[in-house]
């Protein structure tokens, strides 16, 4: 069974500081990763997903995420926050390696202060 | 990309009653989920909506509590049935689109509260 752990249900920034959102997994076969920001009183949107191509992957918003098999790790970041961040992000692991059926982790909920 | 309508966006349902919840998607997808996100928690699968064809459901949810049809490629309904409070959550429809990235889009969710 495929299953995601995300350390740390908040995590508080200031504008203009680093943000990391740490993401751990652990899958029997290589895994599709990804990770989906939820805005208040909103659906889920894509950030970003690794799919065994770049192990560095690029998304929208100025985030990345390194993909670390070595460290079943999924780690999100962005050099600099904006008060536009603040959301709830989750990270997710996809059951049989494709875009399809999600195991969700708990989320983590992103402040950020001025 | 693919737009998800979800209908009702929320509601305030007495214990015992049921509920129908719809996602229409404005293209064609293979795939359509059901996923239920309880108040403070992460997104768990319910089931995945067959065209014409009974729901694939994931351990510890049942048909006769949660009915889904799927009578075409673009529509979907879950039922919630014979609620109790522990019902209150989000209910969101999830869809993969049949072309391009095949990413996973989700509707806006419905707010169910039971009371």
């Known amino acids: 069974a495929q299953s995601v752990t995300q350390l740390g249900s908040h995590v508080s920034v200031s504008e203009g500081a680093l943000v990391l959102l740490r993401c751990n997994y652990s899958?029997?076969?290589?895994?599709?990763l990804f990770w989906y920001v939820q805005y208040p009183n909103q659906g889920l949107q894509l950030l970003l997903k690794?799919?065994?191509?770049?192990?560095l992957v690029k998304g929208i918003n100025g985030f990345e995420a390194e993909f670390k098999k070595s460290e079943t790790s999924f780690h999100l970041t962005k050099p600099s926050a904006h008060m536009s961040d603040a959301a709830e992000y989750f990270c997710?692991?996809?059951?049989?390696?494709?875009?399809?059926?999600?195991?969700f982790g708990t989320g983590t909920r992103l402040l950020v202060s001025p | 990309s693919a737009v998800i309508s979800q209908k009702p966006s929320r509601d305030i349902c007495q214990r015992g009653t049921s509920l129908t919840i719809q996602c229409q998607v404005d293209?064609?997808?293979?795939?359509m989920f059901w996923y239920r996100q309880q108040p403070g928690q992460s997104l768990t699968l319910i089931a995945t909506?067959?065209?014409?064809?009974?729901?694939?459901?994931e351990s510890g949810f049942v048909i006769d509590k949660f009915p889904i049809s799927r009578p075409n490629l673009t529509f979907s309904t879950l039922t919630v049935s014979n609620m109790s409070p522990e019902d209150s959550s989000i209910y969101l429809c999830?869809?993969?689109?049949?072309?391009?990235?095949?990413?996973?889009?989700f509707g806006q969710g419905t707010r169910l509260t039971v009371v």
């Open positions: 999830s869809v993969v689109s049949a072309t391009g990235s095949q990413e996973a889009f």
């Open positions: 899958s029997s076969v290589p895994p599709y």
């Open positions: 690794y799919t065994s191509a770049a192990t």
């Open positions: 997710a692991v996809s059951l049989k390696g494709g875009f399809q059926k999600l195991v």
């Open positions: 293209s064609q997808v293979t795939m």
């Open positions: 909506a067959n065209q014409g064809s009974e729901a694939t459901y």
